[in-house]
């Protein structure tokens, strides 16, 4: 199954505009195609009862996917009280998409081998990407953008300085997020590389996606860049710091903050400015996005945290604002995206598995192995960094090759406890 894999890792990248068949539902391209195949798969090896498919006890890997198998499953079952059935069933089909990647990724990576030649056709596909951003900016050629949303000032022709890359993505935020997630891969292939000069090369590609991600005009993802650095910094050390002690610099910090907003008058108006609070009142871009966010609460409460159901954020922002969104929709944040449209426990669920994997690699960032540790190191920076950058998409569903990334992370942890490389702890939850 590993040519499966390689092909499906492979084919998520090209996105959902290069040799895609629309149709009224969805576009159908190539990773759609295998993934769908997969599926089939799967059916025929669970009804000859294939040993290659096997469920590993007690590891954390294990778990998660179990949660993902259930954020599926109450999405299913959520078509009892949405209100758009076709959003539902175009949420719900790539949802099964994304799930059954994780799924696929988790029972068919079963060596380490395995393991790094999906890593390394990551890197091939992203590589390529960074490269198609670079021809963008530099021939002005755009292949698939709507320059008119993305140029509209029309400066691109006459100022080059002014051209923004985004490839096969909707927009330079999504391209952006994708170029965030490239460094850990970077790092990656540099630790995997035993040759002592040739390993250094891929300190290039880290340092032209920094120019891409600033030319991407992408604020979040730009300071997601500098946090991923600090993170991976920070990791090399062993910090014995007692637990009250981080509270209370956090409880300081969150002090410090509160005061400043209260007392500096221009901070004041600033965070004023963000909150609609009835009346008269002028939309900005970021005031409407809290707007959606609040708004997104609101439907929360309404269904008794049960959610509004899959793909029905948008339908309940139509038809029901609470606050003026000026007709925008997308709540614009995956982690509210989750809360809102599948509900309270999805929600817990979806954060815990999101602990369960920093904590296993950072069991694995203090292994013997200096490769292990830093592949561990990489990966937990992104996760910490992903917190803030996946509020930057539209809409994560829509962003296939993050759930297979985060298959690839997840079979990374199934084979090193396999192997005893490390133990899980006694989970508490």
């Given at each position: 199954?590993?040519?499966?894999?390689?092909?499906?890792?492979?084919?998520?990248?090209?996105?959902?505009?290069?040799?895609?068949?629309?149709?009224?539902?969805?576009?159908?391209?190539?990773?759609?195609?295998?993934?769908?195949?997969?599926?089939?798969?799967?059916?025929?090896?669970?009804?000859?009862?294939?040993p290659n498919i096997k469920i590993?006890?007690?590891?954390?890997?294990?778990?998660?996917?179990?949660?993902?198998?259930?954020?599926?499953?109450?999405?299913?079952?959520?078509?009892?009280?949405?209100?758009?059935?076709?959003?539902?069933?175009?949420?719900?089909?790539?949802?099964?998409?994304?799930?059954?990647?994780?799924?696929g990724l988790y029972l068919w990576?079963?060596?380490?081998?395995?393991?790094?030649?999906?890593?390394?056709?990551?890197?091939?596909?992203?590589?390529?990407?960074?490269?198609?951003?670079?021809?963008?900016?530099?021939?002005?050629?755009?292949?698939?953008?709507?320059?008119?949303?993305?140029?509209?000032?029309?400066?691109?022709?006459?100022?080059?300085?002014?051209?923004?890359?985004?490839?096969?993505?909707?927009?330079?935020?999504?391209?952006?997020?994708?170029?965030?997630?490239?460094?850990?891969?970077?790092?990656?292939?540099?630790?995997?590389?035993?040759?002592?000069?040739?390993?250094?090369?891929?300190?290039?590609?880290?340092?032209?996606?920094?120019?891409?991600?600033?030319?991407?005009?992408?604020?979040?993802?730009?300071?997601?860049?500098?946090?991923?650095?600090?993170?991976?910094?920070?990791?090399?050390?062993?910090?014995?710091?007692?637990?009250?002690?981080?509270?209370?610099?956090?409880?300081?910090?969150?002090?410090?903050?509160?005061?400043?907003?209260?007392?500096?008058?221009?901070?004041?108006?600033?965070?004023?400015?963000?909150?609609?609070?009835?009346?008269?009142?002028?939309?900005?871009?970021?005031?409407?996005?809290?707007?959606?966010?609040?708004?997104?609460?609101?439907?929360?409460?309404?269904?008794?945290?049960?959610?509004?159901?899959?793909?029905?954020?948008?339908?309940?922002?139509?038809?029901?604002?609470?606050?003026?969104?000026?007709?925008?929709?997308?709540?614009?944040?995956?982690?509210?995206?989750?809360?809102?449209?599948?509900?309270?426990?999805?929600?817990?669920?979806?954060?815990?598995?999101?602990?369960?994997?920093?904590?296993?690699?950072?069991?694995?960032?203090?292994?013997?192995?200096?490769?292990?540790?830093?592949?561990?190191?990489?990966?937990?920076?992104?996760?910490?960094?992903?917190?803030?950058?996946?509020?930057?998409?539209?809409?994560?569903?829509?962003?296939?090759?993050?759930?297979?990334?985060?298959?690839?992370?997840?079979?990374?942890?199934?084979?090193?406890?396999?192997?005893?490389?490390?133990?899980?702890?006694?989970?508490?939850?």
């Amino acid at each position: 199954m590993r040519k499966y894999l390689i092909l499906i890792v492979a084919s998520v990248f090209l996105g959902t505009e290069i040799l895609a068949i629309p149709t009224p539902v969805a576009q159908i391209t190539i990773y759609r195609l295998l993934v769908i195949g997969m599926i089939a798969i799967f059916g025929y090896q669970i009804l000859k009862q294939d040993p290659n498919i096997k469920i590993i006890p007690n590891n954390t890997a294990t778990v998660i996917t179990g949660i993902y198998l259930f954020w599926w499953a109450w999405g299913a079952v959520s078509v009892i009280w949405t209100i758009d059935v076709m959003n539902w069933f175009q949420a719900m089909f790539l949802l099964t998409l994304g799930v059954s990647s994780v799924v696929g990724l988790y029972l068919w990576t079963n060596d380490l081998v395995t393991w790094k030649v999906l890593i390394k056709t990551v890197w091939i596909m992203m590589t390529f990407l960074a490269l198609w951003g670079f021809y963008e900016i530099l021939t002005n050629h755009y292949v698939f953008a709507n320059l008119e949303a993305l140029d509209k000032n029309n400066t691109f022709a006459t100022q080059p300085s002014s051209r923004i890359p985004v490839t096969t993505f909707t927009n330079q935020n999504d391209y952006a997020t994708l170029l965030l997630a490239y460094l850990p891969v970077n790092l990656i292939m540099l630790n995997l590389n035993r040759h002592s000069i040739r390993r250094y090369l891929y300190v290039i590609p880290i340092l032209l996606t920094a120019y891409l991600i600033y030319r991407s005009d992408s604020r979040m993802i730009l300071l997601s860049f500098v946090l991923f650095f600090f993170m991976v910094i920070l990791l090399q050390f062993n910090w014995d710091i007692k637990r009250k002690y981080i509270l209370s610099a956090i409880g300081i910090g969150l002090a410090l903050i509160v005061g400043l907003i209260i007392f500096v008058p221009s901070l004041n108006d600033m965070v004023s400015h963000l909150f609609y609070l009835g009346g008269d009142f002028y939309n900005t871009g970021d005031s409407r996005r809290i707007n959606l966010w609040r708004n997104g609460l609101v439907f929360l409460a309404e269904t008794f945290g049960f959610g509004v159901g899959a793909g029905n954020i948008e339908t309940w922002m139509d038809m029901l604002p609470f606050l003026p969104i000026d007709e925008f929709t997308n709540i614009h944040n995956w982690w509210l995206e989750i809360l809102v449209g599948y509900g309270v426990i999805v929600f817990v669920l979806y954060v815990v598995s999101y602990g369960l994997l920093i904590q296993a690699l950072n069991r694995l960032r203090h292994h013997e192995s200096q490769m292990i540790r830093q592949i561990a190191i990489s990966f937990i920076s992104f996760l910490v960094v992903y917190i803030f950058a996946s509020i930057t998409s539209a809409n994560n569903m829509l962003i296939e090759w993050h759930w297979v990334y985060f298959g690839i992370m997840i079979s990374f942890v199934k084979l090193m406890e396999m192997k005893n490389v490390t133990k899980p702890k006694r989970m508490r939850y």
